[in-house]
């Protein structure tokens, strides 16, 4: 099953046009959901709405229209992201699915494009880490604590392209599904793959209530085919389905190894907020709120913690009371559904009486998209799930990360703060493990063998090394989000704008033919295939980076621009040339001798040093040679 967010539709559509088929490989794989730029009512727009629309309707694809919800919401509500299934989509947050028992992982543009052109696409299988949860979670604290406590806590690259598994079958019975959602969807911030948790009785009750909710909405869904005078039976969430998850239970076998073995005590977990512009690092509530931080702007928006629950956690809140003045609190729910759900309940209009700002259900602010987003100075505390510099709004503005119900007491007293005093504040128990993998007396006598260099892929590249020195440098640093949804930008407009919200002066140091070098985990952050071409629009042919972000990884290989990584470099760099440019042009001369896996750097004084690094495979060549894996796709459909 497939899922796309919105621009990236057209796009794909001339791509799988360009492979010259003019059907879809399999109509059921894909699933479409228009989500992010649903506030803009321009012509323009709404036609490439229309033309996605009928594109679908030609292929026979399942639609949902602007308005209907988050995509990723969609899926977990519709059963397309089901326990035990592998579900991608082309969004950074396709891990959310994990929440619901489903292995889910993001995808790019290109390889959507592929996947409808041919039904397949390509995976490096990551090491598996375990996360062993102990505990219950004290009153107050929610899965929004907990992840964000594993963000700050584990945050210099412990679960980089990881899958994770969740363990823990005492501490998973007080986590909700809801609350499990919420902690899949940002092990994507945390830099995973994937976050699974286990089918258990929480999952199997989940999809029972959804069961009994679609019994009485399936008239409102288009694409599910219903004949008068037959028994009604879902497609996807029904009895039988939902029975061979308890007859047919998945469960990792006693003898499963994992590459790292992470314990945390629910119990010891207090309120924690994430920020400011960084997931990365994370406070108990009690500190900030100790520091009087006054706010300009809340949001209870996004896939992370925008459902039905969220909002009762707010409208808990906020009942009877009135937003702090001039603060804005805006309010989107995760989906159309979810929104008659708070409507029933009471909770939609509890929060519409306390000064909430509606916006449609969709991606919204979260994207830097629409209403209500942080201006020059701003600072502004949110449920979503992505703090970045500049992502909601301005560079200068500051951007903090919190449960729903902190979000709502923010706005309510207007500084960062919670519903009620948290007496309980002990630091977080945990722990981390690394399984050293036992070689065999074989692979220690194995030596390395040079790869072989296909015609006209080029032996050795050579370059001036230009050094950003940050590490987890994000795809809303490379190329802002208010491009990425502008599919009228040229290569040209590109290089103009490369490097914006990180260092906006990158445009006047970079040359033609530089080297490229970033610090770790470089390129994490959403699924945007613009970070990698707009710095290939720069003529850069070529990165090094001590680690990279898996999803920056394939937008990458899929676009042609060449990776290594040598973590040896980046800290000689960090070291001897210093962090205090942002970028700077380093005099260091480098030859990349690509099948051999060497890197020689000449520094100006002549010294000369050697780096082993991995060598770019046959495949990762291929698909260079034919600029991207678009043209190596059509070669062989040819």
Request: glycine share 8%; proline share 4%; with cysteine.
């Amino acid at each position: 099953m497939l899922l796309f967010d919105l621009i990236m539709y057209l796009r794909m559509i001339i791509q799988v046009q360009s492979f010259q088929t003019t059907k879809i490989h399999d109509p059921k794989q894909p699933v479409y959901a228009l989500d992010h730029d649903v506030q803009n009512k321009t012509d323009k727009n709404l036609l490439k709405y229309a033309n996605i629309e009928a594109w679908g309707k030609e292929q026979g694809v399942d639609f949902y229209p602007a308005g209907r919800g988050i995509g990723h919401q969609v899926m977990i509500e519709e059963g397309y992201a089901f326990p035990n299934t592998l579900t991608v989509a082309s969004d950074s947050h396709s891990n959310m699915y994990g929440g619901i028992g489903a292995l889910g992982t993001p995808i790019v543009r290109t390889d959507a494009a592929a996947i409808w052109a041919t039904g397949r696409t390509w995976w490096q299988i990551p090491p598996v880490v375990k996360v062993q949860l102990e505990g219950t979670l004290p009153a107050g604290v929610t899965g929004k604590d907990v992840i964000i406590t594993l963000c700050g806590l584990f945050n210099q690259d412990q679960v980089l392209n990881t899958a994770i598994e969740f363990h823990g079958e005492e501490a998973l019975k007080g986590l909700s599904v809801e609350d499990r959602l919420a902690i899949s969807n940002m092990t994507t911030e945390w830099g995973a793959l994937a976050g699974v948790f286990p089918v258990d009785e929480a999952t199997i009750e989940f999809l029972r209530k959804r069961q009994r909710r679609i019994e009485i909405t399936k008239f409102e869904n288009k694409n599910l085919v219903h004949e008068k005078g037959t028994e009604f039976v879902h497609p996807r969430i029904n009895n039988d389905t939902i029975q061979a998850l308890i007859d047919q239970p998945v469960k990792p076998s006693a003898h499963a190894t994992y590459a790292k073995t992470l314990t945390l005590d629910l119990s010891t977990l207090s309120p924690h907020v994430s920020g400011p512009n960084s997931v990365k690092v994370a406070t108990p509530l009690s500190d900030l709120q100790a520091q009087d931080i006054k706010i300009n702007k809340a949001y209870l928006v996004s896939c992370v913690n925008s459902r039905a629950s969220d909002l009762k956690q707010a409208a808990n809140v906020l009942r009877g009371k009135k937003i702090k003045e001039g603060v804005e609190f805006y309010v989107a729910a995760a989906s159309s559904e979810v929104q008659k759900e708070a409507e029933e309940a009471g909770d939609w209009q509890a929060l519409v009486d306390a000064g909430a700002k509606v916006l449609p259900a969709g991606c919204g602010p979260c994207v830097g998209l629409g209403t209500g987003l942080l201006k020059d100075g701003e600072i502004g505390i949110s449920a979503t799930n992505r703090n970045f510099k500049g992502r909601m709004g301005s560079p200068s503005a500051l951007a903090y990360l919190a449960s729903p119900a902190v979000v709502a007491a923010s706005a309510l007293s207007g500084i960062i703060s919670g519903p009620s005093s948290f007496e309980k504040n002990e630091k977080p128990a945990f722990s981390i493990k690394t399984d050293t993998p036992k070689v065999s007396a074989t692979a220690t006598t194995t030596t390395t063998t040079a790869a072989e260099v296909l015609p006209n892929f080029p032996s050795v590249i050579k370059g001036e090394i230009l050094f950003c020195s940050a590490d987890n440098l994000n795809t809303d640093g490379i190329y802002p989000g208010k491009y990425t949804y502008n599919d009228d930008m040229t290569t040209d407009d590109m290089k103009k704008v490369v490097m914006e919200n990180y260092d906006p002066n990158f445009v006047n140091v970079v040359q033609k033919g530089d080297v490229l070098v970033g610090g770790f985990n470089f390129g994490t952050g959403s699924s945007r295939e613009q970070a990698a071409t707009a710095i290939k629009s720069r003529d850069i042919q070529i990165m090094v980076a001590g680690s990279y972000s898996d999803i920056f990884k394939r937008n990458s290989v899929n676009n042609a621009l060449l990776l290594i990584e040598s973590p040896e470099l980046v800290n000689d760099l960090k070291e001897q040339v210093g962090t205090s440019d942002l970028t700077k042009r380093t005099g260091w001369n480098v030859d990349i001798h690509v099948a051999e896996g060497k890197v020689v750097v000449r520094k100006e004084n002549g010294e000369e040093k050697l780096y082993k690094v991995g060598a770019l495979g046959k495949s990762v060549q291929e698909i260079w040679l034919a600029n991207g894996l678009e043209g190596w796709v059509k070669e062989r459909l040819e």
